[in-house]
Nanobody
Framework: QVQLVESGGGLVQPGGSLRLSCAAS????????MGWYRRAPGSQRELVAT???????NYADSVKGRFTISRDNAKNTVYLQMNNLKPEDTAVYYC??????????WGQGTQVTVSS
């Protein structure tokens, strides 16, 4: 099993920045990719960004150029640096890990609110 704990959400004004963190524990040797999804009110959960163990990244078109995913292997932590935040980025952000057999694991989510 893999346990994921997110931190770093909060309230920020439009144009501001936040950094989300997700610490993984448990069977971390079995993880092949980590990333972030989000769910806005009234919407389905959508991919934000993912990063494989080899360093391949994938971003939603809506966040390209504004968000950056990175990983600290020594700390078993993945980060999401979010710049130039917009009100439409308001959502619950979920950390995601994928095992080598493609089994997904999810964190409990952290709220990000972009509002003036």
């Amino acid at each position: 099993q893999v346990q994921l704990v997110e931190s770093g959400g909060g309230l920020v004004q439009p144009g501001g920045s936040l950094r989300l963190s997700c610490a993984a524990s448990g069977s971390i040797f079995s993880i092949s990719a980590m990333g972030w999804y989000r769910r806005a009110p009234g919407s389905q959960r959508e991919l934000v960004a993912t990063r494989t163990n080899s360093g391949t990244t994938n971003y939603a078109d809506s966040v390209k150029g504004r968000f950056t995913i990175s990983r600290d292997n020594a700390k078993n932590t993945v980060y999401l640096q979010m710049n130039n935040l917009k009100p439409e980025d308001t959502a619950v952000y979920y950390c995601y890990a994928r095992r080598v057999d493609f089994t997904p694991f999810w964190g409990q989510g952290t709220q990000v609110t972009v509002s003036s």
